[in-house]
């Protein structure tokens, strides 16, 4: 099992650029999250989904896009990046239910925008 | 609203010195609390969960443990490997943990 898979690692945009962090996971897990990570703020929730078509806001939604078609990928949409988006994003998945949702991280995307 | 606070934010041992860092939460209903180790440029790598108060968990030089209002992460006899930022976190009292609440971590030194 390769886990969860992120790409890119690293990106590059000017502001008003648009763009698609990916994640994927091959552990059949239904749960799939999104955080940012920035200095002194601790991990942040963005956008997390229950399963394939069901989406739900986190703390920190604001400029970000997510859809799920599958069970396995969970693509977070920049629209339009601005410098405050600038930070680490980690995905994150679990399975559903009862004491087994531990959440298991990607190696993270780092992302500059200018 | 949910929160965790972690202390010391930064902790320098030198090795097999031991000490024990700190997560205080605050949530209306404990469901458990997660630790983390993270790497530099790596993503959280999972270690602990902590159910409810008075349980303990071991692994290698590292042992968590639960009250109503905090946990510890106790290192005993450090080793430079250890060396990384902790962090703790907790899902809401209700609805899915996938939202978790993470505090903002201990970074670990450990020297030789």
């Known amino acids: 099992n390769a886990g969860v898979t992120q790409t890119p690692k690293f990106q590059v945009l000017k502001t008003g650029q648009s763009m698609t962090l990916q994640c994927a996971q091959d552990m059949n897990h239904e749960y799939m999250s999104w955080y940012r990570q920035d200095p002194g703020m601790g991990l942040r929730l963005i956008h997390y989904s229950v399963g394939a078509g069901i989406t739900d806001q986190g703390e920190v939604p604001n400029g970000y896009n997510v859809s799920r078609s599958t069970t396995e990928d969970f693509p977070l949409r920049l629209l339009s990046a601005a410098p405050s988006q600038t930070s680490v994003y980690f995905c994150?998945?679990?399975?559903?239910?009862?004491?087994?949702?531990?959440?298991?991280f990607g190696p993270g995307t780092r992302l500059l925008v200018l | 609203e949910d929160q965790v606070t972690q202390s010391p934010e930064a902790l320098r041992l030198q090795e097999g010195e031991s000490s024990s860092l700190n997560c205080s939460y605050t949530v209306s209903g404990l469901r458990g609390l997660f630790w983390y180790r993270q790497d530099p440029g790596k993503g959280p790598e999972f270690l602990f969960t902590?159910?409810?108060a008075g349980e303990e968990k071991e692994k290698e030089r590292l042992k968590a443990t639960l009250t109503k209002k905090e946990s510890f992460l106790h290192i005993t006899a450090p080793k430079p490997e250890d060396s990384a930022t902790y962090l703790c976190?907790?899902?809401?009292?209700?609805?899915?943990?996938?939202?978790?609440?993470f505090g903002t971590g201990t970074r670990l030194q450990v020297t030789l």
């Open positions: 902590l159910y409810s």
């Open positions: 976190a907790v899902p809401p009292s209700t609805g899915t943990a996938s939202k978790l609440t």
């Open positions: 994150a998945s679990s399975l559903a239910g009862g004491r087994e949702e531990t959440q298991y």
